[in-house]
C-alpha cells in the first residue's frame, strides 16, 4: 500500500515519562506504516528541557507559529520533587504556559464520546467544548488580608500621573478581606478571536456567558467586547455557516448547558472555566478521554491530550509490568494535528485517514476492548475486557488496515 502523502511538516513536541511510551507506539503501530509521516521534532522531555535551559520549549512554540499545527504530548511541569528526581538546575516553567503565552492562545477541551460509556448527564448526546480565557482575574489579582478597621479604595493613576479615579470599595469597621483584579482589552480581544475561529473551523455554535448584570464594567467590558468583534468581522461568516453566536448569564448558562444535548462551544472566563471544565470532564468519564486544542487568535493550532504523563503507570512500566493506560487522548491528538493539516493543505486523504483513524479506535472500544479505566465506566448491558496499552493499540491497528484496504 502507498503511503499517505504529506506537504507540510507538523510540529511534534514530545514529551515524558508514561506519554512518552505510548507516544512512539502510536507512532510506530498507527502512523508510521500507513503516513509518510513529516515533521519537526522538539524534545520537550524534562531532560532535553534541562539540557537546553528550556530553549526547546520556546524553539518548539516558534516552530508552531511558523507551521501553523503542532501535536504535544503531555509533559513534566516540575516541582520541588522533580527537581530532585530530575537534577534540574532550574524549577523550569509549565511547557504548556510557555507556549500559551508565545502563541497567545485559547485552550478548548472536549470529550471523546462512545455508547458504551454514558455521561452522568443523560442527555448529553454530543461533547460539550469548554474554551477557558487563560488570563488575568483572580489568577492575577492583588489581595490583602484586611487586619482592622480602615478605608479601602480602588485609585487609577494614568501614565502622566494624573489620578483619573478614585472610589471608596468600602469603609472596614472590622477585619476583613481585600481583591483587586483586572483584565485586559488585548486579551479579551484574543480570547473572543480564537473562539470565534475555532467555532468556524468545527461548525459548533459558541456559546459566551459572564456576570455583566452584576458586573457593570468588569464583565460587561468581556461581554461588549465579543458582541463588537462578532459583528464586525464573524456574524456574515457564522450565518453563511449555519452556526450561531449566543451570549448569556453565567447562571442561564448553566442551566441551559445541563439540559441541553451538547454539541457546542462553552466559552467562559478564567474562573468559570477553570471551575466548568472540571465539572463537564467528570460529567463526561474520564480525563483520559479529554482532548485538548490551544488555538491562537491568529490561527495556529496546537494538538494535546487533556490529561499528564500518567507518573503512576510508568513507575510500574519502568519495573517491567505491563500497563493499561488509556491512549485515546493522545491519538485525538494526533488525528487532529493531521486533520488541521489536511485541511491546511488541502490533502483530503489525510482527513480521510485522520477519521478513519477515530473511526478504528471508537469501533475498538464498541467491540468492548478497552483499557482498565474505562472498563469500570460502561453502562449495563455492555460487556468489556480490560487489555494493556499494547493490545489496544494493536487491536486498533486491525481495525484501521481493514478500513483503509
Ligand atoms: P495525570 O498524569 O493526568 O494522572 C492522574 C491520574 O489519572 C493517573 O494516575 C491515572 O489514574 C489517571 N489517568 C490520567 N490519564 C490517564 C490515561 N491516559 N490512562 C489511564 N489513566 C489515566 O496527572 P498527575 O498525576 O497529576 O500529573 C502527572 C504529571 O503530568 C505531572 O508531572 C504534571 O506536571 C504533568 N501534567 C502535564 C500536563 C500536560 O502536559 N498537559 C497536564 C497535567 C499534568 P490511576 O493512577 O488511578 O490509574
Ligand atoms: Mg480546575
Not at 140 to 158: C, N
Not at 225 to 237: G, T, W
Request: aromatic residues 12%; hydrophobic residues 40%.
Amino acid at each position: 500500500m502507498e503511503k499517505i502523502r504529506m506537504t507540510t511538516p507538523l510540529v511534534e513536541m514530545d514529551g515524558d515519562e508514561m506519554t512518552r511510551i505510548l507516544w512512539q507506539m502510536i507512532k510506530d503501530e498507527l502512523l508510521l506504516p500507513f503516513v509518510d509521516l513529516k515533521t519537526e521534532y522538539y524534545d520537550l522531555g524534562l531532560v532535553k528541557r534541562e539540557e537546553t535551559k528550556d530553549q526547546i520549549t520556546i524553539d518548539a512554540a516558534n516552530a508552531n507559529k511558523k507551521y501553523g499545527v503542532a501535536v504535544k504530548c503531555a509533559t513534566i511541569t516540575p516541582n520541588k520533587q522533580r527537581v530532585e528526581e530530575y537534577n534540574l538546575t532550574e524549577m523550569w516553567k509549565s511547557p504548556n504556559g510557555t507556549i500559551r503565552a508565545i502563541l497567545d492562545g485559547t485552550v478548548f477541551r472536549a470529550p471523546i464520546l462512545i455508547d458504551s460509556i454514558r455521561p452522568v448527564v443523560r442527555n448529553w448526546n454530543k461533547p460539550i467544548t469548554i474554551a477557558r480565557h487563560a488570563y488575568g482575574d483572580i489568577y492575577k489579582a492583588t489581595e490583602y488580608r484586611v487586619p482592622t478597621e480602615g478605608k479601602a479604595e480602588l485609585v487609577f493613576t494614568d501614565k502622566d500621573g494624573n489620578e483619573s479615579f478614585r472610589k471608596t470599595i468600602y469603609d472596614f469597621e472590622c477585619a476583613g478581606v481585600l481583591q483587586g483584579s483586572y483584565n485586559k482589552d488585548n486579551s479579551i480581544r484574543s480570547f473572543a478571536h480564537a473562539c470565534f475561529k475555532y467555532a468556524l473551523s468545527t461548525n459548533q455554535d459558541l456559546w459566551f456567558s459572564t456576570k455583566d448584570t452584576i458586573s457593570k464594567q468588569y464583565d460587561q467590558t468581556f461581554k461588549l467586547i465579543f458582541q463588537e468583534i462578532y459583528d464586525a468581522e464573524y456574524k456574515a461568516q457564522f450565518e453563511a455557516a449555519g452556526i450561531r453566536y449566543f451570549y448569556t448569564l453565567i447562571d442561564d448558562a448553566v442551566a441551559r448547558v445541563i439540559r441541553s444535548e451538547g454539541g457546542f462551544i462553552w466559552a467562559c472566563k478564567n474562573y468559570d472555566g477553570d471551575v466548568m471544565s472540571d465539572m463537564v470532564s467528570t460529567a463526561f468519564g474520564s480525563l483520559a478521554m479529554m482532548t485538548s486544542v490551544l488555538v491562537s487568535p491568529d490561527g495556529n493550532f496546537e494538538y494535546e491530550a487533556a490529561h499528564g504523563t500518567v507518573t503512576q503507570h510508568y513507575y510500574r512500566y519502568l519495573k517491567g509490568e505491563e500497563t493499561s493506560t488509556n491512549p485515546m487522548a493522545t491519538i485525538y491528538a494526533w488525528t487532529g494535528a493531521l486533520r488541521k493539516r489536511g485541511e491546511l493543505d488541502n490533502l483530503p486523504e489525510l482527513m480521510a485517514f485522520a477519521d478513519k483513524l477515530e473511526a478504528a479506535c471508537i469501533q475498538t472500544l464498541n467491540d468492548g476492548i478497552m483499557t482498565k479505566d474505562l472498563v469500570g465506566l460502561v453502562s449495563e448491558g455492555f460487556t468489556a475486557t480490560a487489555v494493556n496499552s499494547a493490545a489496544f493499540i494493536a487491536a486498533i491497528r486491525e481495525r484501521l488496515e481493514k478500513s483503509l484496504a
